[in-house]
């Protein structure tokens, strides 16, 4: 089955620096990877998806990229606000029509 | 307002009590999920829906039960045999696969506690 590693440790940055979470796989490379924002207390919510065939892909300041090589998604969120901090999740297909979570990196980010 | 409502925001349980927990959606979508979520731990499958009258079990499906009767309902019961109940309950449910690649959409979840 499908493992999926996310820095278990919060990271804590500066209001204004880019934030760079780090989701990494095992097993077969999925055909898409998700990325969600968790508030405390709240169901997550979809952010971005990029395929296996695509190596970037960004929304307003958020940046995903996907290598299948490294088996490793990098999440960006460049400048970075308080109201960006959160726990943020990679989620994997794994099935035909389910998905496998990580357990998720808080981000602190101090004014 | 579309989205999916999840129902109570808290519930007790007592032991060896059975305990239901609401998902309801507007969205029109045919696959609907229920999740377990314990403290610094990920999402866990307990159950998931495809399509009306059809459900099948996820990771963590033992001491829990289902129904799906109607497209926009998806009540899970957690029964007196799941003797750690204690946890975050998320519902979900999902776009055509066609479409949406499998984004699923959350309710607002349900906390569990035992008394």
């Known amino acids: 089955s499908q493992k999926i590693e996310q820095n278990s440790e919060a990271l804590n940055i500066q209001e204004g620096k880019t934030a760079t979470l780090t989701c990494n796989y095992t097993?077969?490379?999925?055909?898409?990877l998700q990325w969600y924002r968790q508030d405390p207390g709240r169901g997550p919510v979809f952010l971005l998806l990029i395929r296996e065939n695509e190596k970037e892909k960004r929304k307003e300041r958020l940046k995903v990229t996907f290598d299948t090589t490294l088996k490793q998604s990098l999440f960006h969120i460049t400048a970075s606000q308080p109201a960006d901090s959160a726990t943020y999740l990679c989620?994997?297909?794994?099935?035909?029509?389910?998905?496998?979570f990580g357990k998720g990196t808080m981000l602190l980010v101090s004014p | 307002d579309g989205g999916i409502t999840q129902s109570p925001k808290y519930l007790f349980r007592k032991e060896g009590q059975n305990v239901t927990l609401s998902c309801e959606q507007n969205?029109?979508?045919?696959?609907m999920y229920w999740y377990r979520q314990d403290p610094g731990q990920g999402l866990r499958l307990i159950y998931y829906s495809q399509i009306v009258n059809d459900f099948q079990k996820g990771d963590i499906a033992e001491g829990y039960s289902v129904s799906r009767e109607k497209k926009e309902s998806f009540p899970l019961t957690v029964t007196s045999a799941q003797k750690n109940p204690t946890a975050f309950y998320l519902c979900?449910?999902?776009?055509?696969?066609?479409?949406?690649?499998?984004?699923?959409?959350f309710g607002a979840g349900t906390r569990l506690s035992v008394l």
């Open positions: 989620a994997l297909n794994s099935g035909y029509s389910t998905l496998t």
């Open positions: 979900a449910s999902r776009a055509p696969l066609i479409e949406a690649k499998n984004i699923q959409y």
């Open positions: 097993n077969y490379s999925p055909a898409y």
């Open positions: 969205l029109n979508h045919d696959a």
